[in-house]
């Protein structure tokens, strides 16, 4: 019987994406044994009633102690904290690699706890997801047919590159190599803002007076906008926090933008209202063509 490619994996955080990384490995028979490590022990033992790990440690430097890869998927604002608490626990050869939804961040958190970056450090970020969170929102088809970037450094072993990969491949993933920052940038202007625009949005109309009937009348269009804005605060609160810079060029953008169709609105200005309107559809229109 061949081995499979990771004998055994350790995640750190066994949430929705967590989770549904371990199940689309196990799926894919490429995984031994699966240890899931966090803080409350409701949610790991569902996650062992679910089948999604075999066992659970709360403490992550026993959780990590034999894992031929660590997976670290908590929240950003986590990531210092866990990092730290694991880095001196890693198994000799160990790979780690984290799922945060910015990059910056993640790799300076690395960069300070070594004073270098480890070549068996792979920063990962899955392009998929849903509004819900926990263990019990994973699923094992949550990557097929979806985007998984890598930033690899300099530093990083072309080996642990290579497994991290093939980690994301059997998961129906097609993986991307891409630098950090570039990551950053061209998350914040797909991911990010669009995020702040749906919270911001629901919660101005939330505060209206007569937001009761305003909400009645909300029709389909209004809740496709506004379905990521039920994503989880905390999750997004991190985020706006490890992406700053980049997100306030996207928000400065946007906002000039919005302030100038306002304008075109208040001074009549037809013709530039439709071209902005017709400029939009155009690519949105191209956008999904398959
Ligand atoms: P999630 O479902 O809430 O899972 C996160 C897990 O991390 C939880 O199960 C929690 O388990 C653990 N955790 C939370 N706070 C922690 C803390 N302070 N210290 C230690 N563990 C903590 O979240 P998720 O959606 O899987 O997101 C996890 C990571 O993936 C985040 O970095 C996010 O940026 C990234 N990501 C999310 C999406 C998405 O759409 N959701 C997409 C791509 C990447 P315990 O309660 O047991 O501690």
Redesign the pocket.
């Known amino acids: 019987m061949t081995q499979p490619l990771i004998q055994r994996l350790c995640i750190?955080?066994?949430?929705?994406?967590?989770?549904?990384l371990a199940r689309a490995l196990r799926e894919a028979g490429e995984v031994g044994e699966v240890i899931g490590?966090?803080?409350?022990?409701?949610?790991?033992r569902a996650a062992v009633r679910l089948g999604v790990i075999d066992r659970y440690e709360t403490d992550p430097a026993c959780a990590v102690c034999a894992a031929d890869v660590v997976v670290v998927?908590?929240?950003?604002?986590?990531?210092a904290?866990?990092l730290r608490s694991i880095v001196p626990h890693l198994a000799a050869g160990a790979i780690l690699t984290?799922?945060?939804?910015?990059k910056g961040s993640v790799v300076a958190d690395i960069e300070r706890i070594y004073g270098q970056i480890p070549p068996h450090f792979v920063p990962g970020?899955?392009?998929?997801?849903?509004?819900?969170?926990?263990?019990e929102?994973?699923f094992a088809t949550l990557f097929q047919r979806r985007r998984v970037i890598l930033t690899p450094l300099a530093e990083t072993a072309a080996a642990a590159h290579q497994l991290i990969r093939r980690m994301w491949e059997l998961t129906g993933a097609e993986v991307v190599d891409m630098g950090v920052r570039h990551h950053d940038a061209v998350l914040a202007a797909t991911s990010h803002l669009p995020h702040m625009l749906a919270y911001t949005l629901v919660d101005t109309l939330a505060r209206l007076d007569d937001r009761a009937e305003v909400f009645r009348y909300a029709a389909g269009g209004f809740r496709d906008f506004t379905r990521i804005a039920s994503?989880?605060p905390?999750?997004w609160h991190?985020?706006c926090v490890a992406n700053r810079e980049q997100l306030l060029e996207m928000i400065a953008l946007f906002s000039a933008d919005l302030a100038q169709l306002a304008e075109a609105i208040r001074s009549d200005d037809r013709a530039a209202i439709l071209a902005t309107f017709q400029r939009a559809k155009r690519a949105r229109d191209n956008l999904y063509l398959d």
């Open positions: 750190i955080g066994v949430g929705l994406i967590g989770g549904s490590c966090g803080r409350g022990e409701d949610n790991l998927a908590v929240p950003l604002g986590a990531m904290a866990v984290d799922v945060g939804s910015a970020h899955p392009i998929a997801g849903t509004e819900q969170s926990g263990v929102a994973s994503s989880d905390v999750m991190d985020i």
